[in-house]
């Protein structure tokens, strides 16, 4: 079976007091029984927070939680951090100014963003600067410097979406990773 996550990204590239506003939300998850308080090796990352019951609760699908999977569990990003859609490319990246697919001039502009943490790309067609998240990515991307990687869970509810967002207090970007 090929591992899977789902990234929950602040749309914010760099978003202020990360590392609290990290420990507010695993506390938050631990409260409601989704992951377990002891760190272990349950990600394909570095170390993260394994499924925990209350977790059926929060995902639409609670029959096909992988329980018995030893990768199931939360990790937690305070770095900037690209959120891929794993195996697959970007197919497209749209301007929001000029709808220009500016795809072939991405990674020049996310190398930069990657070495400078300037969270803004110029588009080399029109010339219009926008944040990072501005653009339209498919499949979807994420670009922070905090984030919530979920590995083999099963889709989340729109109602935690939408606390989530209210925990972080921004619109999140939801991010499917296979590899």
């Given at each position: 079976m090929a591992n899977y996550s789902i990234s929950i990204v602040p749309m914010i590239e760099n978003y202020p007091q990360r590392e609290k506003?990290?420990?507010?939300?695993?506390?938050?998850?631990?409260?409601?029984?989704?992951?377990?308080?002891?760190?272990s090796d349950c990600t394909l990352g570095k170390m993260g927070y394994a499924v925990a019951e209350g977790a059926k609760k929060i995902v639409e699908f609670p029959e096909e939680l992988p329980f018995d999977l030893p990768i199931c569990g939360l990790e937690v990003f305070t770095e900037s951090h690209i959120f891929t859609s794993g195996e697959k490319e970007l197919s497209t990246v749209i301007c929001p100014t000029c709808k220009g697919d500016i795809r072939e001039y991405f990674?020049?502009?996310?190398?930069?963003?990657?070495?400078?943490?300037?969270?803004?790309?110029?588009?080399?067609?029109?010339g219009a600067i926008h944040p990072i998240h501005a653009f339209h990515y498919e499949p979807i991307w994420g670009f922070s410097n905090l984030g919530f990687k979920f590995w083999n869970w099963t889709d989340f509810t729109y109602q935690f979406i939408e606390e989530f967002e209210q925990k972080l207090g921004c619109d999140v970007r939801v991010v499917y990773e296979h590899l």
């Open positions: 506003k990290a420990e507010e939300i695993l506390l938050w998850l631990s409260l409601i029984g989704a992951i377990k308080t002891d760190v990674d020049t502009q996310v190398h930069l963003w990657e070495s400078t943490n300037n969270f803004n790309i110029c588009c080399p067609l029109c």
